[in-house]
DNA sequence: TTGTACGCGTTATCAC
DNA sequence: GTGATAACGCGTACAA
């Protein structure tokens, strides 16, 4: 840190004053006589004083900081996600600091502890795919420091969750498909291990049955991963029945977008042949010819509802809520994959 | 924090040593009997304790805190970039905290002061699009606080930068684009207050010199800025020339993917009437059909050197290293949209 | 091999 | 209004 830092005792010498003077003065403190309060702020602005927040923090017993830690920043819906998160953060003066779990289980226990250490006031966490369990998260509420997930969440140990419905949304996006005509209705499904992925499932089956039509397993699909590559296999299996569907629901846009462009080069016409559904409204969404009907996810949003509700039990934590779960309203986003009546397109 | 931690304190007490005691066995002090090392160590996994790195920070004078500043996380640019840092951070023991300026002066002023006060040890930064002087960061360099830039840096003051040879790369697309025959080449340039832009339109323009190809000022399009609708603007603008350009160059993936998505529907083929090429290989760009090719802006790369590089400047503060820049290696990734002869694609 | 004593910079609590 | 003092939890020079 070399550099000399101005600290209060250089400003107390500098004024013959005392640091608690300086101290109360830098905090407007109502004591302190108006002429001083001025003089004191004068100097520390000529001397380029600037507060230790670590010895501040110490004393005070406060970091104002608050713990991240997602499985990769570089993925979209986490970057958004932080990025609400960091804007209400900013907002209610917390800093953040970030932990990549690389969706690994060691990593992230790794990541716990640097969080403890390093006296976070409040946690937001999102499972790694890999986390078969959440006991190292406890000892977050050992400490009395307030957790929330969001979209994979722990059920096992007491915590704040911010989701999005993800039954309803799979019920909206299948029942949309319905609506257009669809009757065969198939459906890429994500890994059954994670919480999120049964939902869409669930979901899409409860639409079907409200709807009458039975579920063809010969319809689902479980790829080993969301990739656009394993979407591709999905694609390949669909396109390879006697019968081919004529909707697909997929648990996320990458698969989609897979499924759009096999059939394409299949020569099977999306929306007329088969109407697509994907899920979660990547920017690539809006790029795919044709445009892609989606579900928003709601990342940022997500983001912030989580900040401000972890902000909120770190202030407040005489109210001492054990925990709140916030479930984010979802949009199906319709576009051109599910347009059964194409629309004209605007002139250029 | 309440949650009543367990300090060394209360290790020294239950084992009735005193509390350098303690501090030396947990740090493996050579002075300190194996024996209670042992114990020590013991007695801290049974009673949770976990060392408070406020105190111990204030304490050495060493947060082995990293802060960053970038325009926004939710750009995919910056959070490869992020990724990157937090990568090598993790490895070398440090944390990272994360602060957006949502490409506003303001707000990029806090975040330099919210990161001083924090006693960050070194800071990794790309300016804001709206800052024009960056004086702010020079308080950095007062505290002996290593300073890197990259991507957007800073010419002003003394300090490290990580970029790509933004030059070197507009060149070598260009001059793909003259060997598949092109040679009435159009370009649509970034904002010319921002060097990376500037140096993406002279490699163009040095390219076209080189290859005796005159530069045609009707072929270079300054679009308010690089986003999708923009580019649209310049799409337009070069479709209403009576002479079609045969090659494009676009200062990055946005614009021109807008420019295919337009010349597709005005019946315009790519490449084979127009070649195009992009910047910055974003996702999207394998996605859209023809698959765009692009220069790689390699952000992990960045990410990753340019946190290997401070966090050497941090260690190594008695080398005095002034300034270092370094230059990513960028690659031309060759898709469809400059390929004439098209390959046979895979069979599915 | 271990203990004593002090200080990092700030702030809360007395006292004046 | 302001000052002295102690304390937050830890690490280290010095002493034993």
Redesign the pocket.
């Known amino acids: 840190?070399a550099g000399?830092?101005?600290?209060?005792?250089?400003?107390?010498e500098k004024?013959?004053?005392?640091?608690?003077?300086?101290?109360?003065?830098?905090?407007n403190?109502?004591?302190?006589?108006?002429?001083?309060?001025q003089d004191v702020r004068k100097l520390a602005t000529e001397m380029g004083?600037?507060?230790?927040?670590?010895?501040?923090?110490?004393?005070?017993?406060k970091t104002n900081l608050i713990g991240i830690i997602v499985p990769r920043i570089d993925i979209n819906f986490h970057s958004r996600a932080i990025s609400g998160m960091e804007e209400v953060a900013y907002k209610s003066g917390y800093n953040i600091t970030i932990c990549q779990s690389n969706d690994s289980y060691e990593r992230e226990v790794a990541n716990t502890q640097t969080l403890l250490a390093n006296m976070v006031e409040g946690v937001i966490g999102c499972l790694a795919l890999k986390t078969k369990n959440c006991n190292h998260f406890a000892r977050f509420k050992e400490h009395d420091i307030p957790l929330v997930f969001y979209d994979r969440v722990c059920y096992e140990i007491e915590s704040s969750k911010v989701i999005i419905d993800d039954f309803e949304a799979a019920f909206r996006a299948t029942e949309h498909l319905v609506s257009i005509g669809c009757r065969r209705i198939g459906h890429i499904a994500g890994s059954q291990t994670t919480g999120i992925f049964v939902s869409r499932l669930e979901g899409y089956k409860a639409a079907l049955r409200k709807n009458k039509i039975p579920i063809n397993h010969n319809l689902i699909c479980f790829p080993e991963d969301l990739s656009y590559e394993s979407g591709l296999e999905c694609a390949r299996k669909f396109a390879r029945l006697t019968k081919l569907p004529d909707g697909i629901f997929c648990a996320n846009d990458y698969t989609a977008i897979s499924v759009i462009q096999l059939f394409k080069k299949l020569n099977i016409k999306i929306p007329q042949d088969v109407a697509i559904v994907g899920f979660s409204n990547y920017p690539v969404s809006t790029i795919i010819e044709p445009a892609l009907t989606t579900i928003d996810d709601r990342a940022f949003e997500m983001g912030q509802a989580a900040a401000k509700l972890l902000i909120r039990q770190i202030e407040d934590k005489n109210l001492n809520i054990a925990s709140e779960t916030i479930i984010i309203k979802t949009d199906l986003i319709i576009r051109e994959s599910t347009q059964r009546q194409m629309l004209i397109k605007s002139e250029i």
Chains 1, 2 share one sequence.
């Open positions: 840190m000399s830092r101005v600290t209060i005792k250089d400003l107390a004024l013959n004053l005392s640091t608690s003077t300086i101290s109360r003065a830098l905090h403190h109502p004591t302190i006589g108006k002429k001083t309060i004083y600037l507060r230790n927040s670590v010895a501040s923090n110490l004393r005070r017993n």
